[in-house]
C-alpha cells in the first residue's frame, strides 16, 4: 500500500511538502499521480509524473504553486506545494500505476491508493 505523509494546518502563503512511497520496486511502475478531494466534492487530478522520464502533469488550478518529483534513490514521490489558498484545503492521496496506455491525469488509470493526508489552509 502507498504511504502518504506530509500533511498539517497552515496559515494561506505557506508550503508544504507531501511525500509518496509507492509500494515495491519503482521502475515496475509508470506513474505516479497526487489527487484531492475536498469536503462535498469530486476526488480531482493535482500532479503526475512518470518514473521513467520524469515527465511532469498538473492542473491548471495549481501550475507555478506546486512541484512534483521523483527520488529514485529513495523511491519516493514528493509534492512541494508553495503559495498555499484556502481552495486547496483537501485530503491528499497518491495513486499510481503501471499503464502506458492510459492518460495519467485521470483517476481509472490507477490502481494503487494510498490512506490520504489532510492539507487545511486557513486564511
Known amino acids: 500500500q502507498l504511504q502518504a505523509s506530509g500533511g498539517g494546518v497552515v496559515q494561506t502563503g505557506s508550503s508544504l511538502r507531501l511525500t509518496c512511497t509507492p509500494p515495491?520496486?519503482?521502475?515496475?511502475?509508470?506513474?505516479t499521480g497526487w489527487f484531492r478531494q475536498a469536503p462535498g466534492k469530486e476526488r480531482e487530478f493535482v500532479a503526475a509524473?512518470?518514473?521513467?522520464?520524469?515527465?511532469?502533469y498538473y492542473a491548471d488550478s495549481v501550475k507555478g504553486r506546486f512541484t512534483i518529483s521523483r527520488d529514485r534513490a529513495k523511491n519516493t514521490v514528493n509534492l512541494q506545494m508553495n503559495s498555499l489558498k484556502p481552495e486547496d484545503t483537501a485530503v491528499y492521496y497518491c495513486?499510481?500505476?503501471?499503464?502506458?496506455?492510459?492518460?495519467?491525469?485521470?483517476?481509472?488509470?490507477?490502481?494503487?491508493w494510498g490512506q490520504g493526508t489532510q492539507v487545511t489552509v486557513s486564511s
Open positions: 515495491g520496486l519503482t521502475f515496475s511502475w509508470f506513474a
Open positions: 509524473i512518470t518514473w521513467r522520464t520524469g515527465r511532469m
Open positions: 495513486a499510481t500505476t503501471l499503464s502506458s496506455s492510459s492518460s495519467v491525469i485521470q483517476l481509472s488509470t490507477y490502481s494503487e
